[in-house]
T-cell receptor
Framework: DTEVTQTPKHLVMGMTNKKSLKCEQH?????MYWYKQKAKKPPELMFV???????INESVPSRFSPECPNSSLLNLHLHALQPEDSALYLC??????????????FGPGTRLTVL | GQQVMQIPQYQHVQEGEDFTTYCNSS?????IQWYKQRPGGHPVFLIQ?????EVKKQKRLTFQFGEAKKNSSLHITATQTTDVGTYFC??????????????FGKGTKLSVIP
């Protein structure tokens, strides 16, 4: 299994809603990432998890709350979002061995619209 | 922090013409990766370059890493409609405990006119 899956594919939510995005990989990767991508822009790193521990938080507002329940799963909990948070949210994973090419495998993304 | 500049932002070519996108970094890169994102899709890894002056080929795609490890290029020979998409370069930095942070260039969006 060489893919990263993400659910849901599309999500529309109001500013008072609470929702979660889910990401899963079964490649044994111990590094997992959340990115935000606006239209016609490159992906912007939000969070990095390494061995289920948060290692990087790129100054992301607290209305985004990541969680890594185990080495295969990564969640992004959303609460009180703003319309400008509408974007494609991409999850990625990468092998952690210094002996390997550490390419990042991206999931298909969740297209989020905040009304 | 690390910044990676990429040009051009857009490129429209006739099918069969060549295409090149360039990346420049303000700092020396340990290595660089290239990704392709099709319209409506997600980034897909193409290649990683590590060594100074390295050149790698994948069929019609040629990737180069500059001698000073501050610039890189992707050249596509005789473009096809299947080459359509946005090509991103990404500088890599080690962020500890086995994780790697990518700093993406702004991307070059390639359109191919049949």
């Amino acid at each position: 299994d060489t893919e990263v899956t993400q659910t849901p594919k599309h999500l529309v939510m109001g500013m008072t809603n609470k929702k979660s995005l889910k990401c899963e990989q079964h490649m044994g990767h111990r590094a997992m990432y959340w990115y935000k991508q606006k239209a016609k822009k490159p992906p912007e790193l939000m969070f990095v998890y390494s061995y289920e521990k948060l290692s990087i938080n790129e100054s992301v507002p607290s209305r985004f709350s990541p969680e890594c329940p185990n080495s295969s799963l990564l969640n992004l909990h959303l609460h009180a979002l703003q319309p400008e948070d509408s974007a494609l949210y991409l999850c990625a994973s990468s092998p952690s061995s210094p002996l390997r090419v550490n390419e990042q495998f991206f999931g298909p993304g969740t297209r989020l619209t905040v009304l | 922090g690390q910044q990676v500049m990429q040009i051009p932002q857009y490129q429209h070519v006739q099918e069969g013409e060549d295409f090149t996108t360039y990346c420049n970094s303000s700092t020396t890169l340990s290595n660089i990766q290239w990704y392709k994102q099709r319209p409506g899709g997600h980034p897909v890894f193409l290649i990683q370059l590590v060594k100074s002056g390295e050149v790698k080929k994948q069929k019609r795609l040629t990737f180069q890493f500059g001698e000073a490890k501050k610039n890189s290029s992707l050249h596509i020979t005789a473009t096809q409609t299947t080459d359509v998409g946005t090509y991103f370069c990404a500088g890599i930095s080690y962020s500890g405990a086995g994780s790697y942070q990518l700093t993406f260039g702004k991307g070059t969006k390639l359109s191919v006119i049949p």
